[in-house]
């Protein structure tokens, strides 16, 4: 059984940044490949990044070059680094371990 534990969420202005968390529980953190994903209303939920157990990473078009997912094995936690943020990144966001997910926390990009 492994719980995902998102956090970091809010509201923030166009052009600002936030970090979003995972905590993770269980013995298999460190040898599991790690995702991001992102549902906005009346969307269906899309890969935003992903984070393999030896470090590689891929992002969406839609986000590369402005957010950064990154992983802390001694803390089984991963991080979402959104910076330049856009209204149109407004979601909820999500973890994802294997077939476990976390309950989501809400981003939202206004002015």
């Known amino acids: 059984q492994v719980q995902l534990v998102e956090s970091g969420g809010g509201l923030v202005q166009p052009g600002g940044s936030l970090r979003l968390s995972c905590a993770a529980s269980g013995s298999i953190f460190r040898i599991s490949d790690l995702a991001w994903y992102r549902q906005a209303p009346g969307k269906q939920r899309e890969l935003v990044a992903g984070?393999?157990?030896?470090?590689?990473?891929n992002y969406a078009d839609s986000v590369k070059g402005r957010f950064t997912i990154s992983r802390d094995n001694t803390k089984n936690t991963v991080y979402l680094q959104m910076n330049s943020l856009k209204p149109e990144d407004t979601a909820v966001y999500y973890c994802?371990?294997?077939?476990?997910w976390g309950q989501g926390t809400q981003v939202t990009v206004s002015s």
């Open positions: 994802k371990l294997l077939g476990w």
């Open positions: 984070i393999r157990s030896g470090g590689s990473t």
